[in-house]
């Protein structure tokens, strides 16, 4: 009889064996998904192909089987693999519906909504996977009983990929003027509902930290949304912005600064209004301040730029201040204050200038260095470093005017610009002390120290006596290099 | 000898098979339950009914202003299409289908469940507190249908809105940049001007047998609207075969779809004159009909016909003592 039981046992065990080991157990399928092994899964997903159905677990199975078939899509960018995702995704929600299945879904019918040639097939489709998208999203929030203040770390994620499918069917669905509004009301839709988060509510302080930054998002995109009355600008801008955050100055990021710069670029090519193309200028300008390399051509090419484009901003804010003295209408909603606006475009020129010109200083390629003066003289604002890149062009035009000593007219010429650079110099340091005797401060004593070198050397000694008596004293004791 | 084999193989199957069976139900139980999605998410609390209703709804008026928002900002009539049928949308999923109609379609069970319904709303009119959002959700449609150039819709639209929550125009929404609060009165006021251009009627279509199979096969590729001896905007006609199609899927009582409240007839819009339905599932087809500039007579009956749909006045019933 114990035989007989033990026998018994023994084959139950094995139907038991049999039919958990078949496709084997969700769990294993999700592991391997968690442990970021896409692979196997899909070995395992395609092994069991057969088996899958009479699983009582097969939707999650599917969901995961789709789930790594979209990493891998991701990864390989083959069409088959997001073909094969939307496939298995779809068997699960046949199976049971849920939210994460029909959100990866929308997802992945929102990446191949390119491989269909008919236009409107593919709206039509871009429809379907928006509210696929949109009613998981909504069925989330509501299992989270439409809490505003603080979302979970899924949703936050859901979010933030939804949000860049949004702005990437707004670029490739530019010459469809009826989708834009579309994607523009489900934009404000997600920037709305989402934007109310109260990072304080967060209960970390990691969770704080990334429920501040989805906030700042969310507004952005809110803000940007209307930027320039055109939702392809405004998502260019959007995006330029968001890149720009992950361009950390180094090497490896370099890649998101040439993202950035390229999206900016983009806004740029299309925007209407003045107001947006001088916040375009000003975001260009503040981009290329940023940059770092040790690749010294690119710097000078990318200051270049920054000025260049900074230079074009505030000549727009110029002409709009003037315009707009009367006025307080706005050319776009949210528009940027004008007087911030004009002194982000002044601190990016200043920067970008100043660089230009230590870069050119460094090369020894001081007719550069000179050339930019108009740049610095004509201004009417100041910025850090100005002082500096002054002194850097007198001692330029003081290391031309040797060059040249045979040539009377270009001597004259440089021994003008060395005098006048290097009084600028002077007076704006001097500026800072409004009338008052300056104290002997290191850089107050070595501009004056080299504003008289340069006055006693081109013969300008009365001027350059007058100085001393007067200056010579408080910076005696003071160490300049 | 045989038989005892036999009853011994049996034996071991059923005992299989019922270890088998609770082995799947308890990863069924497990794997239900223990795959939140995507994170672990809070299940609504017992008492959030109508709160979560009350929210879902007010959510669902802030997407449909921000639509509103850009069809006011929408150049073309195809431009204007494109939101409208995303408001056409969120009406039906959010406040026609859950709310007003009692019994959902399997499918969205769990949103029924979850969200819950009202299905009493439309009755108790203004005393109920999720009138005024209901009412404002279809006074919003209402004011889409105007920008789209639907004067009639437009007000019909508004008056199904007075009949939950008459004072459905003292209602303020949110206007351009989530700024500002305007009532719903002045925006329809403001809007008149777009709604007095066109001359579109309401036509009432009423189901009767319609078969969900013939019904299935209907798509935009094979069946249209045609003027016969006047012409008429394409826009028209294509809004016309949309509100057709869709009012065909959404309104017809079928056998596997039969709900309490479910109403079996539907609208559409077409300046008057003559005009044929055409499908090219059925060589029955096309039926002519004839839309008057009166609403009122323009009842038709719609009916399975083989693999299509035709259409046919609804006949006039007199009463006895009327000639």
């Not at chain 2, 203004?126 to 959700?137: C, D, K, Q, V, Y």
Request: net charge negative.
């Amino acid at each position: 009889m114990r035989k007989r039981i033990a026998y018994l046992s023994g084959l139950a065990l094995l139907v038991l064996l049999a039919f958990g080991v078949a496709v084997g157990e969700w769990t294993e399928y999700k592991d391997l998904f968690m442990n970021g092994q896409y692979q196997q899964v899909v070995d395992l997903c395609e092994a069991n192909k057969g088996a899958l159905a009479d699983d009582p677990g097969a939707h999650i199975i599917y969901k995961y089987c789709g789930l790594a078939k979209m990493r891998l899509y991701e990864q390989n960018h083959q069409s088959a693999e997001l073909t094969d995702a939307i496939g298995y995704l779809e068997k699960s929600i046949a199976f049971s519906y849920s939210e994460e299945a029909s959100y990866n879904l929308g997802l992945a019918r929102m990446k191949a909504l390119d491989a269909l040639s008919e236009a409107d097939e593919r709206l039509e489709a871009e429809r379907d996977a928006i509210n696929d998208m949109w009613e998981s999203t909504r069925n989330m929030h509501a299992m989270e009983n439409f809490e505003s203040e603080a979302l979970s770390d899924g949703m936050l994620i859901w979010l933030r990929d939804f949000r860049d499918v949004l702005i990437e069917r707004v670029f490739r669905d530019e010459k469809e003027q009826g989708r834009l509004h579309l994607l523009a009301a489900q934009l404000r839709m997600i920037a709305d509902r989402f934007g109310r988060v109260d990072p304080a509510k967060g209960d970390n302080e990691v969770r704080q930290g990334n429920l501040k930054v989805f906030k700042d998002w969310m507004d952005e995109l809110l803000k940007q949304s209307y930027f320039d009355n055109n939702i392809v600008v405004g998502m260019y801008k959007y995006q330029g912005d968001r890149l720009r955050e992950k361009y950390d100055q180094t090497d490896k990021t370099e890649d998101q600064f040439a993202k950035s710069l390229h999206h900016y670029g983009e806004a740029l090519k299309r925007v209407k209004t003045n107001k947006a193309g001088a916040v375009l200028y000003g975001d260009i300008a503040y981009l290329c301040s940023l940059y770092n390399s040790k690749d010294k051509e690119k710097l000078v090419s990318y200051y270049k730029t920054g000025f260049t484009h900074a230079h074009e901003g505030l000549l727009i804010m110029k002409r709009l201040n003037r315009r707009r003295q009367d006025s307080t209408a706005q050319e776009y909603p949210f528009e940027d204050d004008n007087t911030e606006l004009t002194a982000k475009l002044q601190k990016a020129y200043g920067s970008n200038l100043t660089g230009l010109c230590y870069f050119h200083y460094l090369r020894k390629d001081y007719k550069s260095v000179v050339s930019l003066r108009e740049y610095a003289f004509d201004t009417g604002f100041d910025w850090d470093g100005k002082v500096t890149m002054l002194m850097l062009i007198a001692d330029s035009a003081d290391k031309l005017a040797s060059q040249n000593h045979a040539n009377r007219l270009a001597f004259n010429n440089y021994r003008e610009i060395c005098l006048f650079s290097s009084s600028r110099a002077f007076k704006s340091v001097l500026k800072n002390f409004k009338g008052k005797t300056p104290p002997g401060s290191e850089e107050f004593c070595r501009i004056y120290q080299n504003y008289v070198n340069y006055l006693r050397r081109f013969g300008e000694t009365i001027e350059a006596q007058s100085l001393s008596l007067q200056y010579e004293a408080s910076c005696a004791a003071v160490a300049v290099e | 000898m045989a038989m005892k084999t036999a009853r011994t193989i049996l034996l071991i199957l059923s005992i299989g098979l019922l270890l088998a069976t609770a082995y799947a139900w308890a990863q069924d139980e497990g794997g239900e339950s223990a795959e939140p999605a995507p994170e672990a998410a809070a299940a609504p609390a017992e008492n959030a009914f109508p709160q979560l209703l009350n929210l879902n709804l007010e959510w669902v008026n802030s997407d449909l202003t921000r639509l509103v928002e850009e069809l006011r900002l929408a150049k073309t009539p195809w431009e204007k299409r494109d939101l409208i049928e995303q408001v056409e949308y969120l009406i039906y999923k959010h406040v026609e289908y859950p709310l007003v109609f009692k019994q959902a379609e399997v499918s969205d069970q769990r949103d029924l469940e979850r969200i819950g319904t009202t299905s009493d709303v439309v009755d108790a009119g203004s005393a109920n507190p999720l009138a005024p959002l209901i009412a404002e959700a279809f006074a919003l449609y209402g004011i889409a249908k105007g920008y789209e150039g639907y004067a009639s819709a437009a007000n019909d639209q508004i008056d199904r809105a007075k009949k939950i929550y008459p004072p459905v125009e003292d209602l303020t929404v949110k206007l351009d940049n989530f700024k500002d609060r305007q009532t719903i009165k002045t925006w329809i006021t403001e809007s008149m001007g777009n709604w007095a251009s066109t001359n579109a009627v309401r036509v009432t279509v009423i189901g009767k047998s319609v078969n969900q199979q013939s019904v299935d096969k209907l798509t935009k590729s094979n069946l249209s609207f045609a003027a016969v001896d006047h012409d008429v905007s394409a826009y028209y006609l294509a809004v016309a075969q949309a509100d057709f199609l869709r009012g065909l899927r959404r309104y017809i009582v079928t056998e596997d779809r039969l709900t309490t409240r479910r109403p079996n007839d539907f609208q559409f819009y077409l300046p008057p004159g003559k005009y044929a339905l055409k499908t090219d599932v059925s060589t029955r087809v096309p039926v002519e009909f004839e839309v008057s500039s009166d609403p009122a007579k323009n009842i038709f009956i719609v009916e399975s016909l083989e693999e299509a749909v035709t259409m046919y006045p609804r006949p006039v019933v007199k009463k006895e003592n009327e000639n």
